[in-house]
């Protein structure tokens, strides 16, 4: 069974703090307060930070990871900040970064993206962007992380061993094999429900569900029932839901959840991160 725990750690509160490691890549996504606390030792090996937007609670722990960073035994590594190129909350945050960035022991590289755009990862894996919708005056964006994997090519498929071996023996596999994209992960960030089949197929599928239905909670955000929506149609291996407020408890949260299943198709498990703390429900 996936446990999100094997694959990412991180810490989630509507208005307070959100940020997740993804451990295969060591990439941050976001960087909200406490981050670089957590962190301890191993910020220095987070190279990429990708922003899905510049709201306070996801980008408050960027100081401190960069002096933390500054001190620690990885200190000449460069870092890139990724993050929207039209994000309207992230030029104070610049002019923090440019006021300190000769103080600091490494270079640091800003990265604008668009929506569809692509970032090479480690060997073989990439990350791409898609548009979500959270800000009124701009672009937020989430992530999807790719591995790309090879298979045989249909026709290849029940031929004897024989004849596969004897096509590798030849150095000619290649001609029997594909190559095919494998949704790791998606990160939706703040936003309304997200389109579903920008993020259908993903193993993990990150949604926030800030509020239950029928609350005010400011604009563009998602219920617990929207989210779990996109989830039975997107139909992850795992929905993780996240950016939940503190005004429920982990209890009621449980239960609501329980309730929405009652009348979604839902395929996959469901966990929630509270805090830094992953649970599943379903
Ligand atoms: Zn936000």
């Given at each position: ?61 960027l100081p401190t990871l960069l002096w933390?960073r500054s ?26 970064v440019?006021?300190v960035?000769?103080?600091l ?178």
């Amino acid at each position: 069974m996936l446990d999100p725990n094997t694959v990412l750690r991180g810490f989630s509160r509507a208005l307070y703090s959100n940020w997740l490691l993804y451990k295969p890549d060591r990439i941050l996504i976001d960087c909200g307060e406490g981050c670089a606390t957590a962190l301890d030792g191993s910020v220095g090996s987070v190279e990429k930070l990708f922003l899905t937007h510049s709201h306070i609670d996801h980008v408050g722990g960027l100081p401190t990871l960069l002096w933390t960073r500054s001190a620690g035994g990885q200190k000449a590594k460069p870092l890139q900040i990724f993050h929207s190129a039209d994000d309207p909350f992230l030029a104070p945050l610049q002019a923090y970064v440019e006021g300190v960035r000769g103080l600091l022991s490494f270079p640091i590289e800003w990265c604008p993206l668009e929506p569809f755009e692509r970032v090479e990862l480690k060997s073989g894996w990439f990350l791409d962007t898609f548009p979500t919708k959270h800000l009124s005056n701009g672009q937020s964006l989430g992530f999807r992380v790719w591995e790309r994997r090879t298979r045989l090519k249909e026709e290849f498929i029940g031929r004897p061993q024989s004849e596969l071996d004897a096509l590798a023996a030849r150095g000619e596999i290649g001609a029997a094999k594909e190559a095919f994209d494998v949704m790791r992960a998606a990160f939706c960030g703040d936003s309304l429900p997200v389109e579903a089949d920008l993020v259908r197929g993903a193993e993990i599928l990150v949604h926030e569900a800030t509020i239950f239905e029928g609350e005010e909670s400011g604009p563009n955000h998602s219920t617990l029932g929207d989210a779990l929506r996109v989830g039975s149609e997107a139909a992850p291996k795992l929905l993780l839901l996240n950016h939940l407020s503190r005004h429920h408890s982990k209890i009621q949260i449980e239960t609501a959840i329980r309730e929405h299943a009652q009348t979604l198709n839902i395929s996959g498990a469901v966990w929630i991160l509270i805090g830094d703390e992953m649970t599943q429900v379903l």
